[in-house]
């Protein structure tokens, strides 16, 4: 604010006046006219009047006001919801100046129960104040905008109401995708682990031979049928390498038309369904190319070679893995879809080019996906669906209808190709507009760019000697099991110490609490030390520890230290109460892993 005062010209424009009921208001000069950020004739009434509009207050957690002015409506807002948690954001900073000189906030707010009270200086502030307010605020949050902020600063009103609702609905989707995968990657990491130990890591091991060569990244969307015949030409030919991906493999396999590698990473049991009739079909030609938090399931009857890749949800793997030459290991992050993974891979290798081949994105008619795949022909979009569908722009121009899904994936598959100079060419037909890819037909693409013979139809033959470090992985692997033992007798502590805490929460016995919450932490601090606790456990909690993060953020408001108390324990005790539980279903895995492992380490000694 003391930077401000040395900008008049920037204070120029926004200046206190008084109003008609004797209280300040604010006005601004828009386009050599006054404009009213409150009332000219009475500013709280005004406020009040906003206030009282406002519905279903009592079903959110907290509010946020986007636009301060002089503060009337919040201070109407404090006084009318006296339990309620709130914050402010104020994108003119010149406003927050005028209203600092006419009076100060603590004399008309309740300070302790303002959560964040954030100013915008700069562009790049928007969205690091809105994450610092989503990742600290549990449950759901009403936004209410100072009306005239929506006629003097319409475009910054819109932009921040679409980086909010954005923000909104990618936290209850990854609260939703956490919620129901947490256990299942840990899971899949810890049972896949053999997997990966044993298969060639495709970053590392392959990534020279595919670096400056064309990739055809064939997707299950509604337009692949009509390219088929195109497809087996650029096979036929060894034009450029095709990655078939998640339900893309079955149309293809379906029409002879074998892709050089198949991708998947889906971490869900029926994942499996996917290389159903591949298995059935006893093809042992397609190399599979797996994220090693995929469903475990999917790699116990694949028939062919197998090559891996670490993904930012395995925990596991990246704790027990060393490369024998002191590479760093790759990791490829989670994504809405093995596309967008599979994407990332490609980059990563520097492919001369990426030809994106049914990656519709939408819908075309009522079809989601290609014809061919089992689990899908003949499956119906419900009258329910299509009242959520999304209206986007299309590869020519024109209106397609999406679901909130496949615009996270476009959205995301964005990004990405963002930040790479490699071309990418989308000859999806009636598909989604991809940003930063050039549309061309798949035809077109064959003659024009993919002329020459390429590929190696044997790429996939490995040394069969592994990168990593086995004895490396055998001490990592009774670390965690030390770990594992030794957390029976710390969750025996913090039983204990819980009970010591209700016994004096039940006492009133504040003096007291101090010192068990002294000792309640330094338990806490062996737990989160603990590595089984750290690498496997925690993951598959990561739901309920981000809430008991808000949670404890939320407390800390509360008055009264028993109060604080009682809701500290009972937020911790849902965590615990958790991972306990894994813990004690753990065990089985544990020793499936160790039982797998001597058994492979037992194999190398005996052939070495």
Wanted: charged content about 25%; some cysteine; glycine content about 6%.
């Amino acid at each position: 604010m003391e930077a401000l005062s040395d900008r008049q010209d920037t204070l120029a424009h926004c200046q206190l006046e008084t109003s008609r009921k004797g209280l300040p208001t604010l006005t601004f000069q828009v386009s050599g006219s006054k404009r009213y950020v409150h009332s000219r004739y009475d500013p709280e009434q005004e406020s009040l009047s906003l206030i009282e509009s406002l519905q279903d207050v009592e079903r959110y957690n907290h509010v946020l006001f986007y636009g301060f002015g002089l503060g009337y409506h919040v201070e109407a807002f404090a006084q009318r919801y006296p339990n309620h948690f709130f914050s402010v954001y104020e994108p003119r900073p010149e406003v927050l100046y005028r209203c600092l000189s006419a009076k100060s906030l603590k004399s008309f707010l309740p300070m302790d129960r303002i959560r964040h009270f954030l100013v915008e200086t700069k562009p790049e502030d928007m969205e690091r104040h809105l994450d610092l307010v989503m990742g600290t605020v549990q449950g759901e949050i009403l936004l209410v905008t100072l009306p005239s902020y929506e006629h003097l600063f319409k475009e910054s009103c819109s932009h921040f109401y679409q980086a909010f609702l954005g923000l909104i609905k990618n936290r209850r989707s990854q609260l939703h995708t956490n919620f129901a995968f947490e256990k299942r990657w840990t899971v899949n990491s810890m049972l896949n682990f053999g997997k990966v130990l044993q298969s060639p890591n495709i970053l590392l091991e392959k990534a020279d031979h595919f670096r400056g060569k064309p990739a055809v990244l064939v997707a299950a969307g509604p337009s692949l049928q009509e390219e088929l015949e195109h497809l087996r030409h650029i096979k036929d030919h060894g034009l450029a390498y095709i990655f078939s991906v998640g339900s893309a493999i079955n149309p293809l396999i379906r029409n002879g038309i074998y892709p050089d590698a198949a991708c998947t990473y889906d971490p869900t049991v029926h994942n499996q369904k996917v290389f159903e009739e591949l298995v059935r079909y006893g093809i042992t030609s397609i190399p599979l190319i797996f994220g090693s938090s995929v469903g475990y399931e999917t790699l116990i009857q694949y028939p062919g070679p197998m090559f891996h890749f670490l993904t930012s949800q395995d925990t596991v793997s990246p704790y027990l893995l060393k490369e024998n030459g002191g590479r760093d290991i790759p990791v490829l992050n989670d994504a809405p879809s093995i596309a967008v993974v599979a994407l990332q891979m490609l980059i990563r290798m520097q492919c001369r080019m990426i030809v994106l081949v049914g990656q519709n994105l939408a819908f075309r008619g009522t079809q989601a996906y290609a014809e061919g795949i089992p689990y899908y022909d003949g499956k119906q979009v419900t009258d329910e669906e299509k009242k959520k569908w999304i209206s986007i722009e299309d590869v020519d121009g024109q209106t397609v209808f999406t679901s909130e899904g496949f615009n996270r994936m476009r959205l995301t598959m964005e990004q990405y190709i963002s930040q790479t100079a490699i071309p990418v060419i989308n000859t999806t037909v009636g598909g989604a507009k991809i940003r930063g890819t050039t549309f061309q037909r798949l035809r077109d693409v064959i003659a024009e760019q993919l002329t020459a013979k390429v590929v190696e139809n044997d790429w996939w033959v490995s040394s069969g000697d592994s990168i990593y470090n086995k004895e490396y992985a055998e001490q990592q692997l009774r670390r965690l099991e030390r770990d594992y033992d030794a957390l029976e007798r710390i969750f025996d502590e913090l039983d204990q110490q819980m009970a010591k805490i209700h016994r004096v929460i039940g006492m009133g016995n504040v003096s007291r609490l101090d010192r068990l919450f002294v000792r309640w932490d330094q338990i806490i601090h062996r737990l989160t030390s603990n590595d089984f606790f750290r690498i496997v456990i925690n993951p598959m909690n990561r739901v309920h520890t981000k809430l008991l993060k808000q949670s404890l953020e939320a407390i800390k408001y509360e008055k009264g230290v028993i109060t604080r108390a009682e809701k500290i324990m009972a937020e911790y005790k849902r965590l615990l109460d958790s991972c306990k539980q894994d813990y004690r279903e753990l065990k089985s895995i544990l020793n499936q892993m160790r039982e797998e492992l001597t058994d492979l380490f037992a194999a190398v000694s005996a052939n070495a």
